[in-house]
């Protein structure tokens, strides 16, 4: 079965970085848009950055915007997602995600759903998750 696979979570102090990677198959990576949720123990699950694989087109929640960097490396199929000036509350488990769209989708609604954060379901591809721990 076709899968994300995220690597790069771990336990950092407050103002520190972490980089968060997320490997997909060619298939789900090309033209689709990709990102991150997160959830905290209680909390519900929250949106925090997502890109459109073929132009850049990015999608930031506000908790997060100016801290976190989403990119790309199209050769590697990868999504990156760079945090810098961590706080406590940016500790969660970070889950990779790509939309499971039809083929007949045109890629550019696609796009635009990806520039205004996507609509996420259990029915899209999401992988196994990576905690990130930041202490005070």
């Known amino acids: 079965q076709e899968k994300l696979v995220e690597s790069g979570g771990g336990s950092v102090a407050a103002g520190g970085s972490l980089r968060l990677s997320c490997t997909a198959p060619g298939s789900i990576y090309d033209k689709n848009c990709l990102g991150w949720f997160r959830q905290a123990p209680g909390k519900e699950r929250e949106a925090v950055a997502f890109i459109y694989t073929v132009d850049d087109t990015q999608w930031y929640s506000d908790s997060v915007k100016d801290r976190f960097i989403i990119s790309r490396d199209s050769a590697k199929h990868a999504v990156y997602l760079v945090m810098n000036g961590l706080k406590p509350e940016d500790s969660a488990m970070y889950s990779c995600?790509?939309?499971?769209?039809?083929?007949?989708?045109?890629?550019?609604?696609?796009?635009?759903?990806?520039?205004?954060?996507?609509?996420?379901?259990?029915?899209?591809?999401w992988g196994q998750g990576t905690q990130v721990s930041v202490s005070n």
């Open positions: 995600v790509a939309d499971a769209h039809p083929t007949t989708v045109m890629a550019s609604f696609v796009r635009a759903s990806c520039a205004f954060g996507g609509s996420w379901d259990s029915g899209d591809y």
